[in-house]
């Protein structure tokens, strides 16, 4: 069974993939788009990583990893907003999600700590 959290995870990426596929090379630059696409790509596959641990301690580790790359994440999304770059709407709908994804992450982090 996979992991909400994981789901949610990928289909941020896909959203954030989406969203760089339709702006011009020259209006967000390849940084910008690679840095989100990388922290988009990084919060499930820490998820899936920290999963795949034993030790509670170490799962712990890999959710915080995913913790701060959707922060990262949500940085450069709000940079695209700064900048009128990409779909406004678009932008706007991923923004919730990657809010969710924080809690739901933070949730499991806690339930670590017990």
Known sequence: MKLEVWQLGMD????VFEIFDAIPWQQ????LREQATDAAC??????AEGSSRRSEKEKYRYFEFALGSSFELQTRMLILQRRGYGDKEAIER???KIE????????FMNALNG
């Open 12 to 15: 941020i990426a896909d959203n």
């Open 28 to 31: 967000a630059g390849s940084k």
């Open 42 to 47: 990084s919060t499930p596959s820490n998820i």
């Open 94 to 96: 991923l923004m919730p």
């Open 100 to 107: 969710l994804v924080q809690k739901k992450i933070g949730a």
